[in-house]
């Protein structure tokens, strides 16, 4: 297997947690960050804004997307606007529709020939990839987010979707995929192998990244281990 300095796809952190997000962002394979208002709220975040700014004052270079939360199109876009003036590596996260199932493809298309650099989340099928691959403006660059995992909790292989994203994005080298929601670090791999640009991953995911490459027997030896040790402690007789 490869190691992680041989892998191309692009590692991003996905969080909200000003000290983790710093944490990662001082780890060379960290390439960007993406955060959410679900992540947000997790965090115990209240002023959106004010978290967006304190966290750019320390991530400048590197791409991080900040999602708009208003239901309403006309509102998105406002945000959408507010957000880009935040700084050159700020990409605004666009939903696929709105909670009433309205699509945000003209409202995608409108703002990426106003230059905004968009960030398109919650995509699941390839119809979604193609529509807004269609939609944007053509020299902007933009993520594209296809959430795998979500796609493999439903009992459906993610990889044909994301193979055929990957090839149809070849078209065009200013959209990237993006692997979002792994489950696992054998995401990474895949995403790698099938030549997905970049791929989000939560911090608990990542702080397992001393794992890779590790031999399977020492792995066994610890989880052995692990097992007696808690039942050591916890005391147990028969």
């Known amino acids: 297997m490869k190691s992680l300095s041989e892998l ?11 000290s983790e997000m710093v944490e990662m962002y001082r780890n060379p394979i960290i390439k960007g960050f993406t955060t959410n208002p679900t992540l947000m709220r997790k965090a115990g975040i209240s002023d959106y804004k004010s978290f967006a700014m304190d966290v750019l004052e320390t991530i400048s270079d590197l791409p991080i997307s900040f999602e708009v939360f208003s239901d309403e199109l006309h509102e998105m876009k406002r945000q959408a606007l507010s957000m880009r003036e935040w700084g050159e590596n700020v990409f605004v996260k666009i939903p696929i529709m709105n909670t009433r199932g309205e699509s945000t493809v003209d409202l995608v298309r409108e703002l990426s020939n106003a230059g905004v650099k968009l960030n398109i989340t919650a995509m699941m099928t390839f119809r979604q990839v193609v529509e ?11 993520f594209l987010s296809v959430f795998a ?3 493999a909790d439903t009992g459906r292989d993610p990889l044909p979707i994301m193979v055929a994203a990957v090839e149809l994005l ?17 995401n990474i791999f895949q995403a790698d192998e099938i030549g997905c640009h970049n791929i989000t991953v939560t911090v608990d995911i990542l702080r ?22 808690d039942a050591v402690k916890a005391g147990y007789t028969l």
Do not use: C, Y
């Not at 807004?132 to 933009?142: D, F, K, M, V």
């Not at 070849?170 to 054998?186: F, G, K, T, V």
């Open 208 to 229: 397992k990244l001393n794992q890779v490459g590790k031999s399977l027997d020492d792995f066994s030896l610890d989880t052995v281990r692990m097992f007696r040790e």
């Open 132 to 142: 807004i691959s269609n939609a944007l403006a053509e020299g902007i660059p933009t």
């Open 170 to 186: 070849r078209l065009h080298p200013e959209q990237e995929l993006i692997w979002a929601s792994p489950r696992e670090l054998l």
């Open 8 to 18: 191309s796809v692009k590692i991003f952190a996905d969080g909200a947690v000003k």
């Open 149 to 151: 995992g979500r796609i």
